[in-house]
T-cell receptor
Framework: GAVVSQHPSRVICKSGTSVKIECRSLDFQATTMFWYRQFPKQSLMLMATSNEGSKATYEQGVEKDKFLINHASLTLSTLTVTSAHPEDSSFYIC???????????????FGDGTRLSIL | ELKVEQNPLFLSMQEGKNYTIYCNYSTTSDRLYWYRQDPGKSLESLFVLLSNGAVKQEGRLMASLDTKARLSTLHITAAVHDLSATYFCAESNYQLIWGAGTKLIIKP
């Protein structure tokens, strides 16, 4: 089945560091990828929609200069948390749509998530 | 406002019992997803329901969709401990609109 690879799975770093998270679709092409954030015991919160070859669409309240998204190819999107602070600590999950399917029937495939801890 | 409401949010039950998780949604979407999440893990797709009256079953889990009532259910039959997890429903309107999740604990 379709696989989305996300790494790193865990990051622990000091405040002020920038952290890059990669999301790759391994056996399909994805014109659209989604980045989510999940706090403990809560549901997923969509941060942004990443579109190959164009700018990402950010949800209300998400700082685009803080969370930089690049979707330079049909199989890779990256999320960079710039100058991370302890409040950015969270579980970040990406998902990707299979572009080969029609828009009305595209499932989302999820990466394994990245647990980010900022000290 | 696009909204998905799940209930209950927390469910503790004994092995062998049956129970149902409910998912109400606010739009006219005819596409509903159920996911499972284990602690510290990402999401595992369980079911995709694509039309009114759709019913899908996998092992002890069965999901159904009533688009007229804007309701989906996830029914657990003869629960076993391994089914302990958090279950999310999400409806699709290009993006996924997520329910709050139901944390299910099944006691031996």
């Amino acid at each position: 089945g379709a696989v989305v690879s996300q790494h790193p799975s865990r990051v622990i770093c000091k405040s002020g560091t920038s952290v890059k998270i990669e999301c790759r679709s391994l056996d399909f092409q994805a014109t659209t990828m989604f980045w989510y954030r999940q706090f403990p015991k809560q549901s997923l919160m969509l941060m942004a929609t990443s579109n190959e070859g164009s700018k990402a669409t950010y949800e209300q309240g998400v700082e685009k200069d803080k969370f930089l998204i690049n979707h330079a190819s049909l199989t890779l999107s990256t999320l960079t948390v710039t100058s991370a602070h302890p409040e950015d600590s969270s579980f970040y999950i990406c998902s990707a749509r299979d572009s080969a399917r029609g828009p009305r029937n595209q499932p989302q495939h999820f990466g394994d998530g990245t647990r980010l801890s900022i000290l | 406002e696009l909204k998905v409401e799940q209930n209950p949010l927390f469910l503790s039950m004994q092995e062998g019992k049956n129970y149902t998780i409910y998912c109400n949604y606010s739009t006219t979407s005819d596409r509903l997803y159920w996911y499972r999440q284990d602690p510290g893990k990402s999401l595992e797709s369980l079911f995709v329901l694509l039309s009114n009256g759709a019913v899908k079953q996998e092992g002890r889990l069965m999901a159904s969709l009533d688009t007229k009532a804007r309701l989906s259910t996830l029914h657990i039959t003869a629960a076993v401990h391994d089914l302990s997890a958090t279950y999310f429903c999400a409806e699709s309107n290009y993006q996924l609109i997520w329910g709050a999740g139901t944390k299910l604990i099944i006691k031996p």
